[in-house]
């Protein structure tokens, strides 16, 4: 299953996100939830604190300026650019997928 969460600013997608992320892991799934807002605090509110959102949010910025090679695999993508946090839910703070993998 795939689940978007969009809408205007203020409107609650980053706290709707985190209660549907860490709901669906409690009951057993896997779950990879990924931030792609430009003010990526998905981390905060799934309850990875402070640094290790800065830190998932520095890597897309290096990202973005070259420093840092883009994944070319789905699975390479959430192990080198994700961070565990509470509940199980895997976190990634991306600005684009380039050319996913289906499925």
Do not use: Q, Y
Not at 10 to 18: D, L, Q, S
Not at 44 to 61: K, V
Not at 67 to 87: I, K, M, N, Q, Y
């Amino acid at each position: 299953m795939k689940v978007a969460v969009v809408g205007k600013g203020g409107a609650g997608k980053t706290t709707t996100a985190a209660v549907v992320a860490r709901t669906l892991s409690r009951l057993g799934g896997p779950v990879v939830a990924l931030d792609c807002d430009t003010n990526a605090n998905l981390g905060l509110s799934l309850g990875l604190g402070w640094d290790a959102t800065d830190e998932l949010a520095d890597l897309r910025s290096d990202l973005a300026e070259g420093e840092v090679e883009h994944e070319p695999t789905w699975s390479g993508l959430v192990a080198r650019f994700g961070s565990d946090a509470p509940d199980g839910v895997r976190l990634a703070v991306v600005n684009r997928i380039e050319d996913p993998e289906p499925g």
